[in-house]
């Protein structure tokens, strides 16, 4: 779980440094909004959450711990193998188009590194982080516009 956790904070710093330039406070608008401090907020719940109980999945299975354990576990009944193939479909196939080529539109570096995210953390906090770099890129396209 260290080394998970480990590449979890990699990952996001990777995130922070491919898009550094929003994150500096040389341009107007680089200020956090209330929608992007709320993003930020809801990545942090998403990911303490998840790992709340990753760690007890983790406690409670030692001996079989493993991705291929937790998935199959997902579909231990009808009620959560609907959830689990909902979130593998969405996490695996629909988050990584939609970062890759949504972000690209809107012009965030190294999409990419969402989806890694994801995997280290929890699909909520990638997704939530998304969009809050997401907000901050509109906001330095529309001073960047008015400024060249």
């Not at 199959?72 to 695996?92: E, H, R, Y």
Request: charged content about 10%.
């Amino acid at each position: 779980m260290l080394i998970h956790a480990a590449l979890g904070v990699l990952t996001t710093t990777l995130c922070f440094r491919f898009n550094a330039h929003l994150y500096r406070s040389d341009w107007q608008g680089s200020q956090v909004t209330l929608l992007e401090g709320l993003y930020y907020a809801l990545a942090v719940g998403s990911v303490c959450t998840g790992w709340y109980f990753n760690v007890h999945y983790v406690m409670a299975y030692p001996a079989e711990a493993s991705w291929v354990h937790f998935t199959t576990m997902l579909f231990d009944n009808p009620a959560s193998g609907s959830a689990g193939q909902d979130m593998i479909i969405t996490n695996v196939f629909l988050f990584p188009l939609w970062t890759i080529i949504d972000g690209g539109r809107r012009g965030l570096r190294q999409r990419w590194i969402f989806f890694v995210i994801s995997l280290f953390t929890s699909f909520g906090f990638a997704v939530a982080l998304y969009l809050a770099a997401q907000e901050r890129q509109g906001r330095w396209n529309a001073a960047h516009k008015l400024s060249a």
